[in-house]
T-cell receptor, first 113, second 112 residues
Framework: QQQVKQSPQSLIVQKGGISIINCAYENTAFDYFPWYQQFPGKGPALLIA?????SEKKEGRFTISFNKSAKQFSLHIMDSQPGDSATYFCASTIIQGAQKLVFGQGTRLTINP | DAGVIQSPRHEVTEMGQEVTLRCKPI?????LFWYRQTMMRGLELLIYFNNNVPIDDSGMPEDRFSAKMPNASFSTLKIQPSEPRDSAVYFCASSFVLYGYTFGSGTRLTVV
């Protein structure tokens, strides 16, 4: 019930294309879904997050789509750039709970110039 | 704010030696988390503290690992004795009720 499954493990996209990373969760009590971006040699950094009361959240070129009934959420990166090449992690938790984030396995994204 | 500060950035030690990793959380944050990252297992939560009290240490792999948080501005993760399979990047993160959940830059541990 605590797992978050992320796919794909790796993704190669051409510059200017759309990158899509998917996550599925099991615990219906989860109510906070962040995405983290990690560059080599750095710690993960919060990119964008969503609560289940909305189906989509957009910040610049980054969009989270959320499907509560399917227990799935995805990250879309529009107009992907080489600087977006990084590892992306989805996560889930219960805000009122113990604040323990459950992370997906990560997706290594490469944007080819 | 300087963010979450971890030291050392890199540590190379011989098998059997004691290793101590250090973390200074962001001032005002009341939760602190220790993670381990490897290629095989991804990001694993080892232990976390709330208001300096350990809440969940179920992720600590074995008794060789221990963590302390003597005050709100300092935490340590100790491995004694260290083994080659402990080689990984160890991250510390801090937050205030999930807001500002921030990771440090990590400590890359190599046990030879």
């Amino acid at each position: 019930q605590q797992q978050v499954k992320q796919s794909p493990q790796s993704l190669i996209v051409q510059k200017g294309g759309i990158s899509i990373i998917n996550c599925a969760y099991e615990n219906t009590a989860f109510d906070y879904f962040p995405w983290y971006q990690q560059f080599p040699g750095k710690g993960p950094a919060l990119l964008i997050a969503i609560r289940p009361d909305v189906s989509e959240k957009k910040e610049g070129r980054f969009t989270i789509s959320f499907n509560k009934s399917a227990k799935q959420f995805s990250l879309h990166i529009m107009d992907s750039q080489p600087g977006d090449s990084a590892t992306y992690f989805c996560a889930s938790t219960i805000i009122q709970g113990a604040q323990k984030l459950v992370f997906g396995q990560g997706t290594r994204l490469t944007i080819n110039p | 704010d300087a963010g979450v500060i971890q030291s050392p950035r890199h540590e190379v030690t011989e098998m059997g030696q004691e290793v101590t990793l250090r973390c200074k959380p962001i001032s005002g944050h009341n939760s602190l988390f220790w993670y381990r990252q490897t290629m095989m297992r991804g990001l694993e939560l080892l232990i976390y503290f709330n208001n300096n009290v350990p809440i969940d240490d179920s992720g600590m792999p074995e008794d060789r690992f221990s963590a302390k948080m003597p005050n709100a501005s300092f935490s340590t993760l100790k491995i004694q004795p260290s083994e080659p399979r402990d080689s990984a990047v160890y991250f510390c993160a801090s937050s205030f009720v999930l807001y500002g959940y921030t990771f440090g830059s990590g400590t890359r541990l190599t046990v030879v």
